[in-house]
Structures are given as structure tokens and as C-alpha cells.
């Protein structure tokens, strides 16, 4: 292969991986809320406050809920990495999840990516 042809198929694979990766960031996006689970007893309750999860990290049984608290002038929600669950934004509220199966389930705020915070449930 000449110089001119593999120069010529690096841009060419180039400019297709910045497409790629510039659709890929226009569809994706906050999945659907999932409806809180209302009328459940939490066995552990995160508050949602000053751009932190607190605690960040929670341990429940299959079967048990969480609560997350919302508290303070600015919005957030819990959106899980699978999509599992996902709350409106909100400033003040709660939101419920019961997690039926065990796991590791991350998740984070979907306007402030570094409030992170895991479910473990086992």
C-alpha cells in the first residue's frame, strides 16, 4: 500500500469513528422515569443534597426499597445505569425503588455526572 492510500484510509476511518461517536452522543440521552413505588417502607433512605449522595454507597436484601430525599435549591435525580430506575428532577420529593434482584446497580444524577452512587443488593 502507498503512503497516499493508508494516509487516505486513517482519514477515512477517522472521520467514520467521529461520526460514529458524534451520533451515538446525539441519541443518547435520560431514559424514562420509572414511577416511584409509592406506599413502601424504605430500608434505607439517601438524601439528595448539595450535589452529593448521602451515602453514597447502600447495601439492601432483594425485595427491600430505597429511598432517595430530595432537599435543597438545586434539581437532581437518580437515573440507574441499566435503567432500572430513573426519578424526575426535582428539588424536594422523594423517590422509591424496591430492587427485586441482587446485584451491584450504579447510578448517578443525569445534570451533575459526578454524583455517583451504588445500590448493593445481596
Given at each position: 500500500m502507498?503512503?497516499?492510500a493508508l494516509r487516505?484510509?486513517?482519514?477515512?476511518a477517522a472521520i467514520a469513528a467521529l461520526l460514529a461517536l458524534g451520533l451515538a452522543g446525539c441519541s443518547a440521552g435520560k431514559p424514562d422515569p420509572v414511577?416511584?413505588?409509592?406506599?413502601?417502607?424504605?430500608?434505607?433512605?439517601?438524601?439528595?443534597?448539595?450535589?452529593?449522595?448521602?451515602?453514597?454507597?447502600?447495601?439492601?436484601?432483594?425485595?427491600?426499597?430505597?429511598r432517595?430525599?430530595?432537599e435543597g435549591p438545586d434539581q437532581h435525580d437518580v437515573v440507574?445505569?441499566?435503567?432500572?430506575?430513573?426519578?424526575e428532577l426535582m428539588s424536594s420529593g422523594e423517590y422509591v425503588h424496591v430492587f427485586a434482584t441482587a446485584g451491584d446497580f450504579l447510578y448517578d444524577c443525569s445534570i451533575h455526572p459526578e454524583m455517583t452512587g451504588t445500590v448493593t443488593v445481596g
Open positions: 502507498t503512503r497516499r487516505s484510509a486513517l482519514a477515512t414511577p416511584s413505588d409509592t406506599g413502601v417502607e424504605p430500608a434505607v433512605t439517601v438524601r439528595v443534597i448539595d450535589n452529593t449522595f448521602e451515602p453514597a454507597h447502600v447495601s439492601v436484601k432483594p425485595g427491600q426499597a430505597v432517595w430525599v430530595f440507574a445505569g441499566d435503567g432500572s430506575f430513573v426519578s
